[in-house]
């Protein structure tokens, strides 16, 4: 069975940094590229960044260019995301995803104020 957790958001002023972690199990992780996701209040989900399976490929939304680093540790199923210089329009429930089985995680919450 094929599942994603996410863990390390939270509420954090503007300019501070998270981590997000994304732990995946049921599936080879070192065979399947993924993704972050984020949908904020009254938005649609957008996606933030992605990494192939070898971490050869990564890709940004453009307002996260700079502030931003998606990794993974194949050996731990791991994906993570760097947040740096957070700003309160990062503010949204960030989603892990596998397109190769088109599942999700269930969320975690950054919420980026002073």
């Known amino acids: 069975q094929v599942q994603l957790v996410e863990s390390g958001g939270g509420l954090v002023q503007p300019g501070g940094s998270l981590r997000l972690s994304c732990v995946a199990s049921?599936?080879?992780?070192?065979?399947?590229?993924m993704s972050w996701y984020r949908q904020a209040p009254g938005k649609e989900r957008e996606l933030v960044a992605s990494?192939?399976?070898?971490?050869?490929?990564?890709n940004y939304l453009d307002s996260v260019k700079g502030r931003f680093t998606i990794s993974r540790d194949n050996a731990k199923n791991t994906v993570y995301l760097q947040m740096n210089s957070l700003k309160p329009e990062d503010t949204a429930i960030y989603y892990c995803?596998?397109?190769?089985?088109?599942?999700w995680g269930p969320g975690t919450q950054v919420t980026v104020s002073s």
């Open positions: 995803h596998v397109s190769r089985y088109g599942r």
């Open positions: 049921g599936f080879t992780f070192s065979l399947s590229a």
């Open positions: 990494i192939g399976s070898t971490g050869g490929y990564i």
